[in-house]
């Protein structure tokens, strides 16, 4: 049958006069979809078109339900083995409405989504609740503004899909007439992946490259924590050698000290070896001081007295500092070591400005002392309990930090 508008001219002015109209809240003229809805059917006077005929008119073959489609819940609506395709059938069952998922959700490559994506490609269908369609059958005006709103939402969409691609549209309106959930597949020509598919590729070697930045992460600060470790064993072997004097100076010829601990030590000590004596007769209290100052020189001074009062409850300090030198490398020295190493700004400073900033300090510190990167290798009696004494000034320090 001819309806006297199917040529393209004359379908795009008759629907750009529909668009004008409802714009302008005007109820003068009629749109593509009325006149064709009432020609179709024989009838002089559009103002009782009904909404299913505006739709199913402008969209022939589109597919039309009257149920309360909006109440289904947005994570229900998104996964994708929600029966998508039953709303592109002529009958709907109820119990969509109810639907519960009985596994995991399938990814956008399976197969059965797929196929499920292919078999709706170029069909519409638009799901009416009850309240809403019997609100458009009063209010022929409310029918078109709702007619407009569909019809733009299609045409944004179709501009902006890809050559030679096809689409189908479920779209889902609320009882004020808004849209409430779409369903949009794309498919077809030759132009590669579904949008949907492209995305979440992209987004999967998205989450592989941070992985992988991680990992490199992990293997550069364990690198440096392994060198610090072999430095430490170096440091005990000097000090339990009796030819003390001959292996001192093999050791000062062929060891790589890091500038973390020449910065760390110096900071600590405010001097090189030359005023080793003037350390050893500075008192404890001012010793600890200076070790603090590395630590934490722009600490707040609460969090520098929670400091001292651990300092004085456990007998030993977060970097493993005393007036005779390091007893072991601690987690709080290898933090320095590490912000040095990657080149920061003032990397001594690990305990920051703030109460959180030094609790963010403490808490990685425990953290790994108990999560070692590589297994515990035999240590001396002393050692393990200068490590002991080490994990006790965190716990202890963490607590009081927590209180201020």
Request: with cysteine; glycine share 8%; hydrophobic share 35%.
């Amino acid at each position: 049958m001819d309806l006297g508008v199917t040529g393209k001219w004359g379908e795009n002015y008759l629907s750009g006069q529909y668009r004008k109209n409802a714009a302008a809240g005007t109820n003068g003229g009629v749109g593509f979809a009325e006149l064709a809805a009432a020609k179709a059917a024989g009838r002089p006077d559009v103002s009782g078109i009904s909404f299913k005929d505006m739709w199913q008119t402008r969209f022939p073959g589109a597919y039309y339900h009257v149920m309360d489609g909006y109440k289904i819940s947005q994570g229900t609506w998104e996964r994708l083995d929600f029966p998508h395709d039953d709303f592109f059938r002529n009958k709907v069952d109820e119990s969509i409405l109810d639907w519960k998922p009985t596994g995991p959700e399938p990814k956008m490559t399976d197969s059965s989504v797929q196929s499920r994506a292919v078999s709706t490609l170029g069909k519409k269908s638009i799901v009416v609740p009850p309240a809403l369609e019997e609100k458009m059958k009063d209010d022929p005006t409310l029918a078109k503004q709702v007619m407009e709103r569909v019809e733009t939402f299609i045409a944004e969409k179709e501009a902006t899909k890809r050559p030679n691609r096809i689409r189908s549209y479920i779209l889902v309106l609320d009882e004020e007439g808004e849209i409430a959930h779409t369903c949009i597949t794309s498919g077809g020509g030759v132009s590669g992946p579904t949008e949907a598919a492209q995305r979440q590729f992209e987004a999967e070697q998205e989450a592989k490259r941070k992985r992988r930045a991680e990992y490199m992460g992990i293997v550069e600060e364990s690198a440096l924590k392994r060198k610090l470790m072999g430095q430490e064993a170096n440091e005990q072997y000097y000090k339990a050698s009796i030819t003390k004097e001959k292996v001192s100076a093999v050791y000062e010829k062929n060891s790589i000290e890091t500038v973390a601990e020449k910065s760390a030590q110096d900071k600590v000590t405010g001097c090189g070896k030359k005023d080793e004596e003037q350390i050893r007769g500075v008192s404890e209290t001012d010793f600890e001081e200076r070790v603090l100052q590395s630590a934490g020189p722009n600490a707040p001074q609460s969090v520098k007295d929670a400091w001292m009062e651990t300092v004085k409850e456990v007998g030993v300090n977060g970097l493993g500092e005393t007036k005779n030198g390091r007893t072991h490398i601690t987690q709080m020295y290898i933090q320095q070591a590490i912000a040095n190493y990657y080149g920061l700004l003032h990397s001594n400073d690990i305990l920051g400005n703030s109460v959180e900033s030094a609790i963010r300090a403490t808490q990685k510190a425990l953290y790994d002392f108990d999560h070692p990167l590589e297994p515990s290798k035999v240590i001396s009696m002393e050692e393990q309990q200068a490590r002991l004494k080490e994990r006790e000034f965190y716990t202890v320090f963490l607590e009081k930090l927590k209180r201020l």
